[in-house]
């Protein structure tokens, strides 16, 4: 049902993942390969911090990866992304990095373009609370911007780190919604994706899988979800598969 090719033309020996859509054939995916903002490296993997970069597809070919906007980019980690309809808002996880140690927490930033097309100093999304106390990641917003999925480790979950919903109001976001047992396990549910016919894709190392992370899917009618489907062989290994996304 399905070939899986391996992108060689944008794939290093380092780290890429979680590639969405830019713009027009161009689209936006995080790295931690050697040019990579800034000279110290992350303890865990002994690579450099992740930063955004971009690619175009041309004739069927994606071209060189470039980085992405130094506004966006910093020294620490910045990860998966995700854009309003118009491209003109980005969610985004950062971890930040204070002299020569590294916070504890990854949290959200959204940052906006201003009327010449440049993106804009990013600020922190305040969901929680007091958002320093847990881990907020890999975000994606509907398209039609008014519901913001993510993973949180946040008190009160499952276990690891759960997938929550937050919607949009005049003053901000709303109180996350916990996903609920469903969706979520006593492990990690990360990098959410809601098609548009309403399937539900997000990877999870708490269901019954093929090894490490796992791609599932499941229906979301309202605000109930159907029981995870695995997407089994080729789009699932033995390793970790996940941030998967759909053109169309």
């Avoid at 980690?77 to 996880?93: D, L, Q, R, V, W």
């Avoid at 990877?203 to 109930?224: F, P, R, V």
Wanted: glycine share 10%.
């Amino acid at each position: 049902r399905y070939a899986v090719e391996r992108l060689d033309s944008i794939s290093t020996i380092r780290n890429e993942y979680a590639m969405v859509p830019l713009g027009v054939n161009e689209f936006i995916f995080t790295s931690d390969r050697a040019a990579s903002t800034g000279d110290e490296k992350y303890g865990w993997t002994g690579e450099k911090f992740s930063d955004f970069y971009t690619t175009q597809l041309v004739d069927g070919q994606y071209l060189r990866p470039k980085k992405f906007t130094d506004v966006i980019n910093t020294p620490g980690h910045e990860g998966t992304c995700t854009f309003n309809k118009s491209k003109t808002e980005m969610i985004f996880a950062r971890t930040v990095v204070v002299g020569d140690k590294e916070d504890n927490f990854t949290q959200l930033y959204v940052a906006h373009k201003d009327g010449n097309g440049n993106w804009q100093q990013a600020t922190k999304l305040v969901l929680f609370g007091d958002d320093t106390l847990q881990n907020v990641g890999q975000p994606f917003l509907t398209e039609d911007g008014k519901s913001l999925f993510f993973s949180s480790d946040a008190q009160g979950g499952f276990g690891g780190k759960d997938l929550y919903v937050a919607s949009r109001t005049a003053e901000g976001w709303s109180q996350p919604r916990n996903l609920g047992p469903n969706i979520n396990s006593d492990k990690d549910e990360v990098f959410p994706f809601l098609r548009k016919d309403g399937l539900f894709f997000f990877s999870s190392n708490g269901l019954d899988g093929m090894g490490g992370l796992d791609i599932y899917y499941a229906q979301k009618t309202g605000w109930k979800f159907s029981r995870p489907t695995n997407l089994q062989w080729p789009m699932n290994s033995g390793g970790d598969d996940f941030a998967v996304f759909f053109t169309s």
